[in-house]
């Protein structure tokens, strides 16, 4: 199998780039064709007592599942959701925090006002753990993550 580097962001005219192996959002799955959903699960993105937070905080999903993620910003901030491995997101978080402005456009993750609500259709074709993480600086380390359990 050849693993090509694959384009993450263009970002203040330098492109990020990372190989798509054994991480990644593909390590997850790949975008979801909307007519083949099968199952439909709200997350909603708050702040509460100074934390920012997803509800619900972990999600288990089957492997071949398409999911239609309706995510809904009841906060006040502008938050997003990247679904991706721990380490993907680990190292997605250091390029924002490099990089506060960058503005994806993977079918992996949405960007979400205050009061809006987005959308994430996505097929899990691999079994594990994976997360969705809100990366915008500050907001992980707030408490903005959550796991996905695909069995």
Known sequence: ????????????????STA???HGPDAAGEA?????????????MIEQNGRMLFTPPQVTINRGDTVRFIVRNS????????????EGNQ??????QANPDMEHADPNA??????????IVWKFTHSGVFEYACLIP????????GRITVR
């Not at 909307?34 to 997350?43: D, P, S």
């Not at 190292?91 to 924002?96: G, L, S, T």
């Not at 500050?138 to 993550?145: F, I, L, Q, S």
Request: glycine share 8%; no cysteine; hydrophobic share 45%.
């Open 75 to 86: 906060g006040a901030l502008e938050h997003e959701m990247v679904i991706d491995t721990l």
């Open 110 to 119: 949405v960007r979400v006002e205050s009061a809006k609500v987005g959308e």
């Open 32 to 44: 979801g064709n909307r007519a083949q959903v099968n199952k439909t699960i709200e997350i909603r």
């Open 20 to 22: 798509t192996m054994a």
């Open 91 to 96: 190292r997605h978080k250091v390029q924002m």
């Open 138 to 145: 500050g907001h992980y380390e707030a408490g903005m993550h």
């Open 1 to 16: 199998m050849t693993h090509l580097p694959r384009i993450m962001a263009v970002a203040a005219g330098m492109l990020i």
